[in-house]
Structures are given as structure tokens and as C-alpha cells.
């Protein structure tokens, strides 16, 4: 009786898999990259006018900041650390896109009405 499952996997099957995996992470990095630079240069923004003592606190402004915040933290990728065009991934769904575009141009505007 075997202790462990025999699990035989071909050779190419194994490359396949490690190719999509090494190409998942290299697009998940140029997310993060992207990310955070965007997110670096608001807080150095925001830093740099800090009032360290609050007594110029203002709601107002910290509030922007914070939409700020919100646009700068989403997902979409910077043309600074794009990733390689020979990835395996393709894209199919872009939220950031309008239109047509959210769908890489795949779904017709009248099949989502």
C-alpha cells in the first residue's frame, strides 16, 4: 500500500503550469509596482504638508486625501511597469475601462443592456 498519491504529470504539462504561474506573478507585481508608486507619491504629498503639531488640522483636506486614496489604490497597472508581452495571461475584464473596453472589446455594448 502507497503512503502518498503517485501523482505522474508530464513533462510539458509541468512547464505549462510553471509558465502560468511565473506569468500570474509577473502581472500581480506590476499591480503592486504600480500601486505602490501611486500610492508613495500621495503620501509624500500629503507629508509634506502635514502639520506635525495639528493645529492646522483640516477635515476638509484630509478627507481629499482619503478620496485620493481611494482612486489611487485600485487596480491598474502603470505604463512604468507593464508586463511582458509574451505573458500567457490574457486580459478580459478591465473595471477601469468604459464601454466596450471593460470587456477587452470582446462583449458588444448591446449584449449588456
Known amino acids: 500500500m502507497k503512503s502518498s498519491l503517485d501523482l505522474h504529470v508530464e ?13 500570474l ?23 509634506g504638508g502635514y502639520d ?10 484630509i478627507a481629499h486625501y482619503q478620496k485620493l486614496y481611494n482612486k489611487m489604490s485600485r487596480d491598474y497597472i502603470e505604463r512604468d511597469f507593464n508586463y ?3 505573458n500567457t495571461w490574457i486580459k478580459v475584464v478591465d473595471r477601469n ?5 471593460v470587456f477587452g472589446g470582446f462583449v458588444k455594448l448591446d449584449c449588456l443592456d
Not at 26 to 47: C, G, N, P, T
Not at 52 to 61: F, H
Not at 97 to 101: H, K, L, P, Q
Open 11 to 23: 513533462e510539458s504539462t509541468q512547464e505549462l503550469v510553471k509558465s502560468l504561474i511565473v506569468d
Open 25 to 47: 506573478f509577473d502581472i500581480q507585481f506590476a499591480y503592486l509596482k504600480s500601486r505602490m508608486k501611486r500610492v508613495f507619491h500621495l503620501i509624500s504629498d500629503f507629508v
Open 52 to 61: 506635525v503639531l495639528g493645529q492646522n488640522e483640516d477635515p476638509d483636506e
Open 84 to 86: 511582458a508581452e509574451n
Open 97 to 101: 475601462e468604459n464601454g466596450e473596453d
